[in-house]
């Protein structure tokens, strides 16, 4: 009896500390096989309401972006909308280029709704400042290297 305690609670006590660290928002790497794992966690502010949620996509590789049917996202989290932030963390990623397209998705449907050609959602990219048809977003503009635990802030445009 006590060794199967003793192994439930191996089992549980990674998740408990798990749960803590995220509440936290600590940093930490991991080895996966031989190569260094890290996190990644992407915040935006300034939302203009908080009904719906946040879709953050991670992408990591060329001519993903642009993504309007998010169907090409290396991995997706969805945020809850508190103070006019939302926040996620990206655990496991191996070193290299990384792209984050967020949707403050209003109405929670999982896509850029569209008033006559412009989004009526707030959309933004890493990276980008603004967005106008001279400066439209793709992979190349928005990557970053991921080579340790990075903080990432996102500026949500509304149009």
């Known amino acids: 009896m006590n060794k199967y305690f003793a192994g439930v609670v191996l089992l549980i006590l990674p998740l408990c500390v798990a749960q803590t660290g995220g509440q936290r928002q600590l940093l930490q790497s991991s080895v996966k096989g031989n190569q260094q794992m890290y996190s990644l966690i992407v915040s935006v502010n300034k ?21 309007q049917y998010y169907k090409k996202y290396f991995r997706q989290l969805k945020g809850k909308i508190i103070n006019g932030r939302s926040t996620v ?7 290299g280029r990384y792209a984050v397209n967020i ?25 980008f400042q603004s967005i106008a048809l001279r400066n439209r977003p793709n992979f190349k503009r928005a990557c970053f290297e991921l080579k340790g635990n990075m903080n990432k802030s996102v500026k949500i445009i509304y149009f």
Do not use: C, M
Not at 47 to 67: E, H, M, W
Not at 89 to 95: E, S
């Open 47 to 67: 939302l203009r309401n908080a009904k719906g949620q946040v879709q953050f996509s991670l992408y990591n590789k060329k001519r993903t972006i642009p993504d």
């Open 103 to 127: 949707l403050h998705d209003e109405n929670n449907n999982g896509k850029i709704d569209k008033g006559f050609i412009l989004p009526v959602e707030g959309i933004g990219f890493s990276n």
């Open 89 to 95: 963390r990206f655990q496991h990623l191996p070193k």
